[in-house]
């Protein structure tokens, strides 16, 4: 079956420190790939999308790049922000992109101190 | 927009009491589905409706759960008789049909359970 497998939380970084998110996948076909955020006390929401091998996606100063070799789809910012604290969800989705179809990472939990 | 309301934000309740938690998907979104967050087990989902049909309910831990959508605008999950270890952070969430690529999951602030 389909499977996302995260770093383990909490990441802590200094404010304007380099961030990655590792996230790797197990997918019988070709899924798209994602990275959720969640703030305190909120739902998750969608940050950032890739479709096919290659793409990037990007949103916030967040990037993340489709790596069908290595099956991975780390997150990156280059400078990160006190706000930028929360929970980061990758997910992936093989059923032709609906939603029914997504299965979501642990979460890893990011503290970005001033 | 108003987004996915949730309610209540937080239940406190005693171990075989009944609990409902409720959901108002954004209108016009034909899929709604409702999820459970813990520590220990992460994000799981635990059922999803389409057009207000439940579609795949193998999620749900076992007989003391139950959701319904009687319409488009309004579902419930109930948990009865509840347990300490149900409390977790229960989401809803929905999309509509053109499925994730356009159209995420859009998640409500969920409803933090408590069960003691």
């Known amino acids: 079956g389909n499977s996302v497998t995260q770093m383990e939380g909490p990441v802590t970084l200094s404010e304007e420190a380099f961030l990655t998110i590792n996230c790797t996948y197990t997918?019988?076909?070709?899924?798209?790939l994602f990275w959720y955020v969640q703030y305190p006390g909120e739902g998750l929401q969608l940050l950032l999308k890739?479709?096919?091998?290659?793409d990037k996606g990007s949103n916030k100063g967040f990037e993340a790049t489709y790596r069908k070799e290595t099956t991975s789809f780390h997150l990156e910012k280059g400078s990160v922000q006190v706000s930028d604290s929360a929970v980061y969800f990758c997910?992936?989705?093989?059923?032709?992109?609906?939603?029914?179809?997504?299965?979501f990472g642990k979460g890893t939990h990011l503290i970005i101190q001033p | 927009d108003a987004g996915v309301i949730q309610s209540p934000r937080h239940e406190v309740t005693e171990m075989g009491q009944e609990v409902t938690l409720r959901c108002k998907p954004i209108?016009?979104?034909?899929?709604l589905f409702w999820y459970r967050q813990t520590m220990m087990r992460g994000l799981e989902l635990l059922i999803y409706?389409?057009?207000?049909?439940?579609?795949?309910d193998s999620g749900m831990p076992e007989d003391r759960f139950s959701a319904k959508m009687p319409n488009a605008s309004f579902s419930t999950l109930k948990i009865q008789p509840s347990e300490p270890r149900d409390s977790a952070v229960y989401f809803c969430a929905s999309s509509s049909r053109q499925g994730a690529l356009n159209s995420p999951l859009h998640f409500g602030n969920g409803t933090r359970l408590t069960v003691t």
């Open positions: 890739a479709t096919k091998a290659d």
């Open positions: 209108s016009g979104h034909d899929y």
């Open positions: 997918a019988t076909g070709y899924p798209s």
């Open positions: 997910a992936l989705s093989e059923s032709g992109g609906g939603a029914d179809g997504l299965t």
């Open positions: 409706f389409n057009n207000n049909v439940p579609i795949d």
